[in-house]
């Protein structure tokens, strides 16, 4: 049973240009969150997705930056327009079911990926 | 400002030595925290949780307290290894639909 995938592990674009990031999330996992970490940082919590929808993205900044998890195929992560501020590390989890007061809410973490703008 | 923080970026131990790792988060109304490992490079590893309505759980060589007076969560790692060495996150569920994570303590073990 494959855990969570994330790809590219590390990505290198220049300012302007965009960065897509994709995350397969467990077999049987409906629930993806994507989070930043800076260097020296906390995992800071971008956006909750569950298929097709847009559940939580009170984390993720206004412009420039969306996320997506459709029916088929795995959720991705775009940049666009990459500033030098967005080099990060971004962490894919994937849930069974919404972490809530009610159900375990244990996130199974991705390797990360890293992107580095020049 | 965050709701998770830790009181130490750091924390050196020896090998066998028993470590402990505090965190403190602000709000009251959070009932359910967890304990994540995150070894250089990887992502975060689930160690240990705990809801409100309990003030200490066990796991392998590992507990977690919570002392919702003052609003502090700390783990114990019994028996420190080498293995151990890590960055040690708190985290706590905010609105049921998201972890908020502390900034981390560096866990250094040395033989």
């Known amino acids: 049973n494959a855990g969570v995938m994330q790809n590219p592990r590390h990505l290198v674009r220049r300012r302007g240009q965009e960065a897509r990031l994709r995350c397969s999330p467990m077999?049987?996992?409906?629930?993806v969150y994507w989070y930043r970490q800076l260097p020296e940082e906390g995992l800071k919590f971008m956006v909750y997705l569950q298929k097709e929808n847009i559940i939580d993205e009170s984390g993720m900044p206004k412009e420039r930056f969306s996320a997506e998890f459709p029916k088929e195929g795995p959720s991705i992560l775009r940049i666009q327009q990459v500033v030098r501020g967005d080099s990060a590390a971004y962490f894919c989890?994937?849930?069974?079911?919404?972490?809530?007061?009610?159900?375990?809410?244990?996130?199974?973490f991705g390797e990360g990926s890293r992107l580095t703008v020049l | 400002g965050e709701s998770v923080g830790l009181h130490l970026p750091t924390l050196s131990v020896q090998e066998g030595d028993n470590s402990i790792i505090n965190c403190a988060y602000s709000?009251?109304?959070?009932?359910?925290f967890i304990w994540y490992k995150q070894e250089s490079g990887k992502g975060p590893q689930f160690i240990i949780d705990?809801?409100?309505?309990?003030d200490k759980r066990q796991g392998q060589r590992v507990t977690v307290l919570l002392n919702k007076t003052v609003k502090h969560l700390s783990l114990q790692i019994a028996a420190t290894q080498p293995g151990d060495s890590a960055v040690y996150f708190c985290a706590e569920i905010l609105g049921g639909t998201a972890l908020i994570f502390g900034k981390g303590t560096t866990l250094s073990v040395s033989s």
């Open positions: 709000n009251s109304a959070s009932d359910y």
């Open positions: 077999k049987g996992h409906s629930h």
């Open positions: 989890a994937s849930s069974p079911r919404i972490s809530s007061k009610v159900n375990t809410g244990e996130l199974f």
């Open positions: 705990i809801r409100s309505n309990m």
